[in-house]
């Protein structure tokens, strides 16, 4: 037993690097605190780790799906292939955050420390397979976060969000606990095997059963934002620093939506008594969660607001790929995850940089962008264009993969509804490309902060957006081949 | 002898309790009380179901490790509270309202 334990380890290796890169950041957090050059030092460590890891996820994929640590976690390639877009969106908000003057200079340590911890919560979460450690990955990524929403010390809006976050946070976690306590009570076990088991072998409609998976939804709903539980979403988007907005809406969405999956798809794959009922209320949640989110974005002054919203719009999207798993949906989720990734990146990259222009997110200080600045103009409109989904951009293929995986398992209805809010989504995307290429800048100064390596940064970032939309057969091929470990 | 029935009713007094508090009272603090009595609930539970019906030590590590992460929480709530109190010098739940829909023109 003990001997397979350590066995287990070498499949562990990238959250192990993980673990250790953000005590190093620790130790040198503490070593040089008061060195102006430790900044440096402290992102050159986050960055080796990062690709380190990204590395060893790598090898990772060629493992045989299987159950390890006595079956609390699960290596799989679907998995594997999440977690490499964790750490692909945690990279990228590194340098978004080394830019910022939304984070104080001497708190840009404290900010690797945290994403990097979030990280860890939200590789957990990602390849739970038992509620304990799912319970331990959602508070891991949970109770960072707070911290990391009020990372901006002397605002009160930082504050303000951070203790809504933290209040809606607590008791959402209570009340999925309270569904997974009395999962226990039924089914006799912690483990997802047995659970599925007697899932399974209900013989009718089972009130408890589906009233305790409601609350066990409720915990994993609100990390990802969906409808009912979204309220907090915009609040703390808007009340936290940049480079915090976006690392929120790329790796504890990416987590959440990876363990709704696996929960969906294990639990209820098969057809049993209960299968039907737990897949209308997905689809209803999903229905929802992209009409409230797309048409509450319409008319926000704020753009991390916008941006919020437009997340939420993008989440309802992803649960219809969640709807058809086992069917197409997975690599449709794979690769809506990754190119949401760089789409939301760039996004927030540009609005960094007008926040440090002008200290204000409003979507006036947009005006003009495209010829003050007309790499990160251009850059913007892309991302634009490809959240709305409009060809030739990633955002497009990415769509239309999912909208197609859900027309082939026959959820017309559905399509029909995702088919509308594209369209509702086209409004606000395009109203703020409007202001920007048309109207003209308030000011003509420039933007100290952007850099050559800025623009470098850009760029990289841009380039998959539109390299994914043309050629993404391969690496559509690679997601198809990914798999889920079913107990 | 007390039943399950007795440990579950408790749980289930002890959250709608947690969860009364938590839309009820105006004060951030008694908020977060009330947070840890939802998740004492389940805790609850799990030890009740441990001893009764599964026969496994399961709920006992589950509660112990509920009792660990709530304490962290406490304490990072607690923190944040601090923080909105040097800045608001109130913890009235009221006052958390700067954030909210703003209507472009």
Same mark, same amino acid.
């Given at each position: ?38 900044? &440096? ?19 990772? /994929? ?151 998976? /409601? ?17 907090? $979403? ?10 915090? &907005?976006?690392? +929120? ?75 058809? +798993? ?33 200290? $204000? ?49 026959? /959820? ?73 470990? /079913?107990? | ?14 959250? @709608? ?17 009330? @947070? ?43 923190? @944040? ?5 040097? @800045? ?18």
């Amino acid at each position: 037993m003990t001997t397979n334990l350590l066995a287990n380890l070498s499949f562990y290796i990238p959250e192990m690097i993980v673990i250790v890169t953000m005590m190093s950041l620790l130790f040198m957090e503490t070593a040089y605190a008061n060195n102006e050059r430790r900044r &440096t030092f402290v992102y050159v460590t986050g960055v080796i780790g990062m690709l380190l890891c990204l590395f060893s996820l790598f090898k990772n /994929l060629g493992v045989e799906a299987q159950g390890i640590f006595a079956n609390a976690v699960v290596v799989d390639s679907f998995s594997t292939m999440m977690k490499i877009t964790m750490v692909i969106g945690t990279l990228g908000t590194f340098y978004i955050s080394h830019k910022s003057i939304d984070i104080y200079d001497e708190l840009k340590s404290e900010y690797l420390i945290m994403a990097v911890g979030v990280l860890i919560g939200g590789m957990l979460l990602a390849s739970s397979n038992n509620m304990l450690t799912l319970y331990l990955g959602v508070e891991t990524l949970s109770i960072l976060s707070y911290v990391m929403t009020s990372l901006k010390r002397r605002d009160n809006l930082s504050s303000e969000a951070a203790i809504k976050y933290a209040l809606y946070g607590g008791v959402t976690a209570g009340i999925m606990l309270f569904g997974m306590s009395h999962l226990y009570g039924m089914f006799g076990s912690i483990q997802f095997g047995p659970i599925i088991e007697g899932i399974k072998g209900l013989e009718s409609f089972n009130v408890a059963a589906v009233i305790s998976l /409601l609350l066990f939804f409720v915990g994993i709903g609100y990390k990802i934002a969906c409808f009912p539980f979204h309220m907090w $979403s915009p609040d703390v988007y808007q009340g936290s620093p940049v480079p915090v &907005t976006a690392f +929120f809406s790329i790796v504890p969405k990416i987590a959440g939506i990876a363990v709704v999956a696996r929960v969906t798809y294990s639990f209820f794959g098969t057809e049993t008594v209960n299968t039907h009922i737990w897949n209308s209320l997905i689809a209803l949640i999903a229905a929802l969660t992209m009409t409230v989110g797309n048409l509450s974005a319409l008319n926000q002054k704020s753009v991390k607001r916008m941006l919020a919203f437009s997340s939420i719009g993008h989440v309802g999207l992803i649960l219809m790929g969640v709807l058809t +798993f086992g069917n197409n949906g997975m690599s449709a989720i794979l690769f809506y995850t990754l190119i949401y990734t760089f789409m939301t990146l760039v996004a927030f990259f540009v609005t960094t940089m007008v926040v440090n222009r002008t200290g $204000s997110d409003d979507a006036v200080y947009f005006r003009g962008l495209m010829k003050t600045h007309p790499i990160l103009g251009m850059s913007f409109l892309i991302a634009l264009f490809s959240l709305a989904g409009l060809p030739p951009f990633g955002g497009f293929v990415a769509k239309f993969n999912i909208i197609s995986s859900a027309v082939g398992n026959g /959820l017309y209805t559905l399509s029909i509804v995702a088919a509308i809010n594209s369209v509702i989504s086209l409004v606000y995307y395009l109203k703020l490309a409007r202001s920007m290429v048309f109207d003209t800048a308030d000011s003509e100064e420039t933007i100290e902060s952007y850099s050559l390596a800025s623009r470098v940064y850009v760029i990289g970032m841009v380039i998959p957006i539109i390299f994914l939309g043309l050629f993404w057969n391969n690496i559509y091929h690679l997601y198809s081949s990914a798999k889920l470990y /079913l107990n | 002898m007390v039943s399950l029935q007795a440990y579950l009713i408790v749980s289930l007094i002890l959250l @709608i309790t947690g969860l009364v508090i938590m839309i009820s009272r105006k004060n951030i603090v008694a908020i977060l009380l009330g @947070i840890e009595l939802i998740l004492n609930s389940a805790a609850l539970n799990f030890v009740a179901y441990s001893k009764y019906t599964t026969n496994n030590l399961d709920g006992h590590i589950f509660s112990l490790f509920i009792i660990v992460i709530a304490a962290a929480e406490a304490a990072v709530g607690l923190a @944040i509270v601090i923080r909105f109190f040097q @800045i608001k010098e109130t913890i009235h739940i009221d006052e958390v309202s700067e954030l909210r829909e703003e209507i472009a023109r």
